[in-house]
């Protein structure tokens, strides 16, 4: 990219300050059009369960399509809306993406997670990520609610990839405690007050948009993993990167577990996160009132 310095003279920007740019954009835009609006914690609402924003418990302040902000990726998946949404839960101004945008729609790890870094340039710290995922963990049913204690990334690049931003965080950072323990309990007792049990495990993510062979599934549970996504982790890597606090929460659509295997399609995993939103409305604001 060229860009002119002060004595009129072209200059290479690198690409760590070209996306530093386009990030702070970004966040400019989100900032001028959010005014008085303050967003405290960033929640990411992922497939079928973007209608959240549609329960009672927010209030919604203010919409901005995707398509409308400079240097943002538009989520081409049917199903995902492709929108900020301010709102509050309860007195908690929110900023909530209806949508997410994945590395195998064919966007860069770069700019995943760019609307990520634009929060954090906003001021918020905390983050909270939802997602839709396949049952791998042999107890697991479609419907469950699972706390993502840790996650395995390894066969995916990094988010991370390529020249550090050193303004947002440190070139090798440490991943031991990635999702905020102190959130567990908070989480434990909301399930529960829905009658539901809490359940936890590993999010193992896969580039996708293909699901699971029965083989890759069997590889998983053998690595650690409890369930299986095409999400989620891009995100939260930057999100320790800057140092921001994470909650993440998997809802079971479909199981790999042998004998129980079944063909799964797109609109059955919306179907089944769609049908648990009322129970995740009351879980969401628990969480949020107390990250
Ligand atoms: N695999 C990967 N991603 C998913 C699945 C799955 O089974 N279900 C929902 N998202």
Excluded at 159 to 167: K, M, P
Excluded at 200 to 209: A, D, E, I, K, R
């Amino acid at each position: 990219m060229q860009a002119v310095d002060k004595t009129g003279v072209e200059i290479i920007m690198n690409n760590a300050i070209r996306e530093y740019s386009l990030i702070k954009e970004m966040a400019d835009y989100l900032k001028e059009k959010a005014g008085d609006f303050v967003p405290y914690v960033l929640a990411i609402l992922g497939s079928g369960l973007g209608n959240y924003v549609k329960s009672e418990s927010v209030r919604i302040a203010e919409e901005i399509a995707y398509s409308e902000i400079p240097g943002m990726p538009v989520s081409t998946v049917h199903g995902h809306a492709g929108k900020f949404v301010l709102g509050y839960v309860g007195e908690i101004p929110v900023l909530f993406m209806q949508g997410r945008i994945h590395l195998y729609e064919g966007y860069s790890e770069q700019e995943v997670v760019r609307p990520i870094r634009a929060a954090k340039l906003m001021g918020v710290n905390k983050l909270i990520l939802t997602n839709a995922a396949g049952g791998v963990n042999l107890s697991f049913k479609p419907g469950d609610f699972m706390f993502i204690t840790d996650h395995i990334s390894s066969f995916v690049s990094s988010s991370l990839r390529g020249e550090n931003i050193d303004r947002l965080g440190t070139r090798f950072p440490d991943m031991t405690e990635v999702y905020s323990v102190r959130m567990k309990e908070v989480y434990d007792k909301a399930v529960s007050q829905i009658g539901a049990e809490p359940k936890m495990g590993v999010y193992l993510q896969t580039p996708g948009p293909q699901y699971e062979t029965p083989a890759e599934i069997r590889m998983m549970r053998n690595l650690g993993a409890d369930a299986v996504g095409m999400s989620t982790v891009p995100e939260v890597i930057v999100a320790v990167h800057a140092n921001m606090r994470v909650f993440g929460m998997s809802i079971i659509t479909d199981l790999g577990v042998e004998g129980k295997i079944v063909e799964v399609t797109h609109e059955e995993v919306q179907q089944v996160a769609n049908s648990v939103q009322p129970k995740m409305a009351l879980i969401m604001r628990e969480l949020i009132s107390t990250l």
